[in-house]
């Protein structure tokens, strides 16, 4: 696609329940990130992704956290037992090689949990 | 571990006038890259300037610039001739050039409010 595509959105949630991101990257970006955006705060490395691996996990905050990536595309960010500190912006960002500095991201998807 | 720190929450700015945001951050490689980005309501974090440490000479885009201080570790954003379309979250952010990952680390942010 044109850009990084994520969604939903927003996503309001039950504490406790699971909910999954989605993020389409850029066609052809071989690398792809999950950051996280606590309100007015600035970004939080999660997890990055070198066509369907992951080397570095080191960002994920608890093991209610997990991520994967598929035929070097769509990555799921998948949140187990949400808490109410899950609350964030999750953002993308692709790029066309790994030690290629230039990131797009995408808009993010906001989440809620009450 | 590398930190940014971003020290003014909030900055404010007549329209047409200059404004300079600051960052500094801690490191102790020698080569690395330095880059802001703008995150408007709409949330897509924009890169607006980047530069490499190696370099000396201050990277400029049309009216943005920096003023890279390494060993300081300062990295300053200047916006001259502010518009309306500039009030945004400016964000700073540093790479490690060993980095294999290609991650970054950011600052807290800093709000840009632009008076019309």
């Known amino acids: 696609g044109a850009g990084v595509s994520q969604s939903p959105s927003n996503k309001v949630t039950e504490k406790g329940k699971d909910v999954e991101l989605r993020c389409d990257p850029i066609s052809g970006h071989t690398a792809l990130y999950w950051y996280r955006q606590r309100l007015g705060q600035g970004l939080e490395f999660l997890i990055y992704?070198?066509?369907?691996?992951?080397?570095?996990k080191s960002g994920l905050p608890s093991d209610r956290f997990s991520a994967e990536r598929t035929g070097e595309s769509v990555s799921t960010l998948t949140i187990q037992r949400t808490q109410q500190e899950d609350s964030a912006v999750y953002l993308c960002a692709s790029s066309l090689l790994v030690n290629n500095y230039g990131y797009t991201f995408g808009s993010g998807t906001r989440l809620t949990v009450v | 571990a590398q930190t940014v720190t971003q020290s003014q929450p909030e900055m404010s700015v007549q329209e047409a006038e200059t404004v300079t945001l600051s960052c500094t951050y801690d490191?102790?490689?020698?080569?690395?890259?330095l880059f802001w980005y703008k995150q408007p309501p709409s949330r897509q974090m924009i890169l607006v300037i980047r530069q490499e440490a190696y370099k000396q000479q201050n990277a400029t885009e049309n009216r943005f610039s920096v003023n890279f201080q390494k060993a300081a570790k300062s990295f300053s954003l200047k916006i001259s001739d502010s518009q309306l379309g500039d009030a945004a979250m400016y964000f700073c952010a540093y790479r490690s050039a060993r980095d294999a990952g290609n991650m970054l680390t950011f600052g807290g942010g800093t709000r840009l409010m632009v008076k019309p």
């Open positions: 490191t102790s490689e020698s080569d690395y890259y």
């Open positions: 992704f070198q066509g369907n691996s992951a080397p570095d």
